[in-house]
């Protein structure tokens, strides 16, 4: 069964009151405000001592890494949790949600632990250096952490509030995720192309998060999953191990987890769709 809405109490202070109604403008303004938030953090940052490494993006560099990467997005990530924590959202977020069984879902976790795991092992440490690994891990953290906590967690809490269905609310979070990465195509150098390669692949993975969220309940899943993603397959990108046979999965990574997340999606509908229509007909039969 979809959540109900959520009334809210004549306790809360008018800022409570005004986000815990919920609803998609409401997850899109909050996404909206975090992304500019981040990128005038980002902004900031490459003005500090140090800054030049990030202004380039230099993610091949550990202290560039670090400095531009890593600080603005755990900075964004206390940002989202002081919010949550100013509506008094902590604990619906980071503690148990309403979960429902479905063994189809472990296919979509699967194929990212597969990815990331084949990433790691064919991943040339040699090449790569401590360092720079243990500050990818760190800013793989850092970036699960903020993206999952806005998109599986705020967006997805507005949106139940206002008692929209599960399929609206795993298109919402995909969806907004997706378009936040939009943004790639005019604060970095790649091209149209490649952005909406990226735009696709968010809403694939997006998908595939928001189900391992409904099926296990937790928060800290996704958050897991994403933080490993981001780090593998960036580090596998710029030092693969010539010649290994798993270094095939990362490699088509892309095409994997839009084909994974679009055709778990669909699955999801129909399911949900089929529930509805039981539960409706349950209603509809008379009281024993």
Same mark, same amino acid.
């Not at 979070?173 to 735009?199: E, K, M, P």
């Given at each position: ?10 306790? %809360?202070?008018?800022? %409570? ?32 001592? $140090? ?45 148990? %949600? ?41 800013? $793989? ?23 929209? $269905? ?75 191990? %010539? ?46």
């Amino acid at each position: 069964m979809d959540p109900s809405p959520v009334s809210t109490s004549p306790t %809360q202070n008018p800022w %409570q009151r005004f986000w815990d109604r919920g609803g998609w403008w409401r997850a899109l303004l909050l996404a909206a405000a975090y992304y500019g938030v981040y990128q005038l953090l980002s902004l900031l940052i490459n003005h500090l001592p $140090g800054g030049q490494a990030a202004a380039g993006l230099d993610t091949s560099d550990p202290l560039g890494l670090l400095i531009g990467t890593a600080l603005p997005i755990a900075l964004g990530a206390a940002v989202l949790i002081g919010f949550a924590a100013s509506v008094g959202w902590l604990r619906p977020l980071f503690g148990p %949600q309403p979960r429902r069984q479905r063994g189809w879902v472990w296919i979509g976790i699967g194929v990212v632990v597969a990815i990331n795991a084949s990433a790691l092992i064919a991943l040339d440490f040699g090449s790569a250096g401590g360092a720079l690994v243990a500050t990818w891990l760190l800013t $793989g953290l850092c970036i699960g952490l903020a993206e999952e906590l806005l998109t599986r967690g705020v967006v997805v809490e507005l949106m139940r509030r206002a008692g929209y $269905g599960e399929i609206a609310i795993a298109v919402a979070s995909a969806g907004i995720f997706a378009a936040l990465h939009s943004g790639n195509l005019f604060t970095t150098d790649q091209g149209v192309a490649t952005t909406a390669a990226q735009v696709v692949y968010t809403f694939g993975f997006g998908v595939i998060m928001y189900l391992a969220l409904r099926l296990t309940g937790r928060l800290i899943v996704p958050i897991l999953l994403h933080a490993s993603t981001d780090p593998m397959i960036l580090l596998f990108s710029e030092h693969p191990t %010539q010649g290994n046979p798993l270094e095939l999965l990362p490699m088509l990574s892309t095409p994997l987890i839009v084909a994974t997340g679009g055709l778990l999606l669909i699955v999801f509908v129909v399911s949900e769709r089929r529930v509805g229509a039981r539960d409706a007909a349950n209603a509809d039969e008379p009281w024993p």
